[in-house]
């Protein structure tokens, strides 16, 4: 498989995530959309892989990277589902889109990678006020959009976490095996959670058909090759460049959130958002560009 067709497939699925679990979640609730899609992507991956016959693997690296991407795909899209609920899809994209500076901290912190440079300091700080500045502003839906940001910075950690703990563990595994095994403990964790805290009143004649069409998506698309694409790239690529996906969707998602949902930003919000995406690009390139400034050279093309 292409490298850089799997890292585009990760990017188009990413930012038409966030729309697609608001939609998801209509009627039936962010609980059973999330644990449905993660349950139906799990069946649905193993039937694949009992197809292409291809086992799981079960040692000791295998078990310890489907609990580590399991993390992930349990803790941080439980998080996003129920922040979802209140902050536009297009702030949930840039929100996470904080992934690429938490995990450089991660990986100078667990990999020992040489990642505390000036430029990534720089966009590290110029992050930090965009969130501050999204803080500071009542987005429409008073202290529920705050907890919703709250509970998407909560998913960039466990989610930066989970990519730095399979990238340390170093498993030869294929890519459909890693999602596998992390959807079947994470289809597992849904459901004891759904047992638990789900509403068992729940009417399917109150789900509308987008919700159903999101789920599939979601299910399949979303789920089993996003996640496949993603483990693919993260095996065969530097994990903070795997991080810059979220360097382009936070912005075709907000594109998308305007032009499909009708959502609406502040100028606040947008301002903070600014602030996130430019220090995704200092976070890539501002070391570059310092060292050309101080050389005098012209600055490269991106």
């Known amino acids: ?54 086992k799981l693997a079960w040692h000791k690296d295998a078990i310890l990277t489907y609990l580590a991407a399991s993390i992930g795909i349990y803790g941080a899209m439980l998080c996003v589902y129920w922040g979802a609920q209140f902050i536009p899809s297009g702030l949930v994209a840039v929100l996470f889109g904080l992934s690429p500076i938490v995990t450089s901290v991660f990986a100078t912190v667990w990999l020992k990678e040489s990642n505390l440079t000036i430029g990534r ?14 803080f500071n502003v009542d987005i429409g839906m008073d202290n529920l959009a705050l907890k919703g ?8 950690f466990l989610h930066s976490g989970s990519a730095i703990w399979v990238k ?26 759904w047992l638990v805290f789900g509403d068992m009143d729940l009417k399917m004649s109150d789900v509308q058909l987008k919700a ?3 789920l599939g998506y979601l299910s399949i698309l979303g789920s089993v090759l996003g996640f496949t694409l993603y483990f693919y790239v993260l095996k065969k690529m530097d994990v903070s460049k795997v991080a810059l996906v979220t360097l382009v969707t936070p912005v075709l998602a907000l594109i998308l959130g305007r032009l499909l949902n ?17 220090a995704l690009v200092l976070h890539q390139w501002g070391d570059i560009f310092i060292m050309r400034i101080r050389q005098g050279k012209t600055l490269p093309q991106l």
């Not at 509970?151 to 960039?156: E, G, K, R, S, T």
């Not at 563990?169 to 959670?193: E, H, K, Q, R």
């Open 1 to 54: 498989m292409s490298v850089i067709l799997a890292y585009i497939g990760v990017i188009v699925i990413w930012s038409t995530t966030p729309l697609a679990i608001q939609w998801s979640s209509d009627g039936w609730g962010y609980l059973f959309g999330v644990s449905a899609r993660m349950v139906i992507g799990a069946i649905f991956c193993l039937i694949v892989l009992t197809v292409i016959k291809q």
């Open 121 to 134: 300091v720089s966009a590290t700080l110029l992050g930090l006020l965009g969130v501050v500045i999204i």
């Open 149 to 156: 940001v709250i509970a998407l910075l909560m998913a960039v």
């Open 168 to 193: 340390r563990i170093g498993a030869d595994l294929p890519a459909l095996s890693v999602t596998g095994g992390s959807l079947l403990l994470a289809a597992s964790m849904y459901i004891l959670t």
């Open 212 to 214: 159903g069409l999101a």
């Open 262 to 278: 009708n959502e609406s930003l502040p100028l606040t919000v947008l301002l903070g958002s600014a602030c996130i995406i430019t």
